[in-house]
Nanobody, 120 residues
Framework: QVQLVESGGGLVQAGGSLRLSCAAS????????MGWFRQAPGKEREFVAA????????KYADSVKGRFTISRDNAKNTVYLQMNSLKPEDTAIYYC?????????????WGQGTQVTVSS
């Protein structure tokens, strides 16, 4: 069983940057594909980015491609989401998740989320 804890959210102006972290407990973290999802007020949760277990392959939603970068450090049991050129429409609760594969759009286990607010 792996537990996930996100951190790094906050309030930032449009055009700014944030880096989210997701710390995982459990010895099998390096076996899992990992991803980031987000949910804005009044909207459904949506896929943002995914990374393979080794970190060699990544996928992004079109809305964040070129601005966000997902990475992982298996030695630290942590996955990151570097977010640059933030826009007000990026405002949401961001969740990390264990995924069946980096090609999936489904999360199998979730953290509690971290709020990201981008002001215009």
């Amino acid at each position: 069983q792996v537990q996930l804890v996100e951190s790094g959210g906050g309030l930032v102006q449009a055009g700014g940057s944030l880096r989210l972290s997701c710390a995982a407990s459990g010895r099998t973290f390096s076996s899992y594909a990992m991803g980031w999802f987000r949910q804005a007020p009044g909207k459904e949760r949506e896929f943002v980015a995914a990374i393979s277990w080794s970190g060699s392959r990544t996928k992004y939603a079109d809305s964040v491609k070129g601005r966000f970068t997902i990475s992982r450090d298996n030695a630290k049991n942590t996955v990151y989401l570097q977010m640059n050129s933030l826009k007000p429409e990026d405002t949401a609760i961001y969740y990390c998740a264990i995924m069946p594969s980096y090609n999936s759009r489904r999360g199998d286990a979730w953290g509690q989320g971290t709020q990201v607010t981008v002001s215009s």
